[in-house]
């Protein structure tokens, strides 16, 4: 039983109350100690998980971009619509694999330092609003939430979400008076730099602008340091304005457009797979502890300092990126994907810990609660993680038995849709021999409606060497063949019936098919060309 519970069981409210302070003092005392101990577990946690997860279709494109052999290549890449996304994740990629080589986990350390970052400094954020159990709370909410996943993926959202964290604390040391010319610079970098990372990190000013604006309602004056940081930040970010191009032509047949269901599947996806489970172990025990500290007559905590209130406004601006994000799909660029607003995480590490320990009565034995509960989820969602109790690598080619012994044979085998990339890159020299993609923007939009992944294998054929074609050239080469893929984004199927090809299903696999075709003579067709895009 929590000790506090048991101490107000027995009648004992005044040493209840000193014996949480005693707790929360020394807890306090060894803060830097917690700190480090949390960013070993968490670097062995992400090490465990990003060294079982092979690299998927959009992580191999920042790969193949961050293998590039300058910056100004990866700039040209970028240009060419290789990729969508800013080039700093990219670029950052570039200089550890510089020094550390290319592997499963170096790969993916800007992601890894940002998501680090996020917990941090939601850490540091809420320890100098309340006690350390609520900082605690933050540390640990990164990783039970949606940008767990972030945290080990070669993409740039946990580097986005690490910049957001690091600008909206300079915003609040900045807005305290608390070294303002330091401040001012960090906001405006670590701004820019999100926009760097991702596109729609430019709505993260959103928060900062509403806080602001409860700061003038209540000083009469502007913060010309604060404008002067955004300002810097959105001039920093024009050079991107020709890569912006490259993506907004290829918006309107982008793969995901966004629908009324999309914030929705945003909020789940930020709170995470087990945020229903969690949130009723949590109301249930907090509301048992709360009853019995009442039952007991414990006095309540003596009432903390309120929050400041262009702070509250700003954090409730952060929960709203995700309606942000998707008014701004709507209305300006036509696209949205959930993991665009990922940034309203660090609002939700931090409200979820100084809601608890500001609201209502009771609230240090509640924090003390809830830390526990972050702490028992944090041990169940991680307990693969434990040394010696994770699985080892699985070569995603030798995981499909059925498409391994395709490619062993002398028949030409199309992997269909993203799964290629991830095949070939896998892929044995011998395996490769037969492996083929078919990328056709025409065709896709015609019969899919979105040409996104064969715009990106059109471009990848001058950077990257994959056996690639257009439907006409291999068709025109081959009239017996092999496909295999799953249904998403496939569009070859459709294209070879309406041509006459017979269809032979051979078995099915991890949500796959291996289909044996044979097209009639003097089948196939011809064209098509394009650019790219990737989520």
Not at 41 to 64: C, M, N, Q
Not at 173 to 195: K, T
Not at 250 to 260: D, E, I, K, N
Not at 334 to 339: C, D, E, K, L, T
Request: aromatic residues 10%; contains cysteine; charged residues 15%.
């Amino acid at each position: 039983m929590i000790p506090a519970v048991a101490a107000l069981q027995d009648g004992r409210p005044a040493r209840t109350r000193s014996w949480l302070a005693r707790q929360a003092g020394v807890l306090d005392r060894h803060r830097l100690v917690i700190v480090l101990a949390f960013t070993l577990v968490y670097s062995w946690i992400v090490y465990v998980r990003a060294s079982g997860k092979p690299f998927w279709h959009d992580e191999i494109f920042t790969l193949i971009i961050a293998t590039r052999g300058s910056l100004r290549e990866i700039w040209a890449a970028h240009l060419a619509g290789l990729d969508l996304m800013p080039p700093l994740n990219a670029a950052l990629t570039h200089a550890f694999i510089g020094v550390f080589g290319l592997g499963a986990v170096t790969g993916r350390l800007p992601a890894m330092i940002g998501v680090w970052a996020a917990s941090v400094i939601g850490f540091a954020f809420v320890r100098q609003r309340r006690e350390l159990p609520a900082a605690l709370i933050a540390l640990m909410l990164p990783l039970l939430l949606g940008s767990a996943t972030m945290a080990y993926e070669a993409r740039g959202y946990g580097l986005m979400l690490g910049l957001f964290a690091l600008s909206m604390y300079a915003w609040s040391e900045l807005a305290r008076g608390r070294r303002p010319r330091l401040s001012a610079v960090v906001l405006s970098a670590s701004l820019a730099g999100s926009i760097w990372a991702h596109y729609y990190a430019a709505i993260n000013v959103f928060p900062i602008v509403v806080g602001e604006a409860f700061r003038l309602v209540r000083t009469k004056r502007l913060d010309w340091l604060v404008i002067a940081a955004l300002g810097t930040a959105m001039i920093s970010a024009a050079p991107l304005a020709a890569l912006v191009r490259v993506a907004s032509a290829q918006a309107a047949t982008y793969w995901r457009h966004p629908s009324l269901g999309d914030l929705q599947e945003t909020y789940a996806l930020l709170l995470g797979p087990h945020a229903g489970v969690f949130a009723i172990v949590a109301v249930t025990i907090l509301g048992v502890v709360t009853m019995l500290a009442a039952a007991q007559g414990a006095h309540t905590d003596a009432p903390p300092q309120a929050l400041a209130a262009h702070e509250v406004a700003a954090g409730v601006a952060t929960l709203l990126i995700p309606v942000v994000t998707w008014l701004t799909g709507v209305l300006v660029t036509g696209v949205f994907v959930p993991r665009y607003a990922l940034s309203a995480v660090f609002g939700l590490s931090t409200g979820i810990p100084l809601a608890l320990a500001t609201l209502g009565r009771f609230a240090r034995v509640r924090t003390q609660a809830g830390m526990l509960l972050c702490a028992l989820a944090f041990a169940y969602s991680y307990r693969d993680a434990r040394p010696g109790g994770h699985a080892s690598f699985a070569n995603p080619v030798g995981a499909r038995p059925a498409l391994s012994g395709a490619l062993a044979g002398r028949t030409p085998v199309i992997v269909s849709s993203t799964l290629f990339l991830q095949v070939w890159y896998y892929a044995s020299e011998a395996q490769r021999l037969n492996l083929y993609a078919v990328a056709d923007p025409g065709m896709a939009r015609r019969l899919i409606g979105t040409d996104t992944v064969d715009l990106g294998y059109v471009a990848l054929r001058n950077w990257y060497p994959a056996q690639i074609q257009s439907y006409a050239e291999f068709t025109s080469a081959h009239r017996e063949f092999l496909v295999y893929g799953t249904p998403a984004l496939n569009w070859i199927a459709d294209k070879l019936r309406e041509d006459g090809a017979t269809l032979q299903t051979v078995t099915r696999e991890s949500g796959a098919s291996l289909q044996a075709v044979l097209l009639p003579a003097g089948g196939g067709t011809l064209r098509s060309r394009g650019g790219v895009a990737h989520e």
